[in-house]
């Protein structure tokens, strides 16, 4: 997964980035004066790569940043965070706080759905498919 968060340190503005593994957990971190960009995720992966790291999949937020970073790379093995794709889907569509309608509740597992099936490999299949059954069902079901 990766990320980065902002720090203000002396009055001035950093920009941490982290590399975590679902398994081992922090794999590396870059610390960058300045506000998020592509320099900083590129340093991160440089890094990654000179440790002859190899990711399976790179789980992000979406960011333009980190975007271009997998350009860069060219790296296809992306994955947008299903939290922030649940928050915009529930921004996006002004889901409502409460419980929802019947006919709302399909049309946004159906959306979710679509997700799933567009994976590109099993293994993201797979993954997306135990996401929505563990987090997505139990929140939108009766």
Sequence with gaps: ????????IGGKEYYEYLALDT?????????????????GYRVL????ELQ???????????????????????LNIHQRCHVHILRDIRRGFRMPK?????????????KYAKLVLASKNEKQKQLRWQHFERVVLKMWTP
């Design 1 to 8: 997964m990766l990320d980065a968060t902002h720090h203000s």
């Design 23 to 39: 398994q081992i957990g922090l794999v590396n971190r870059h610390l960058r004066k300045g506000r998020e960009c592509t320099y």
């Design 45 to 48: 992966l440089e890094e990654l």
């Design 52 to 74: 002859g790291y190899v990711p399976e999949v790179i789980v992000s937020d979406g960011g333009k940043g980190i975007s271009s970073t997998l350009r860069y790379f060219e």
């Design 98 to 110: 409460k419980r929802m309608k019947s006919t709302l509740r399909k049309y946004y597992i159906y």
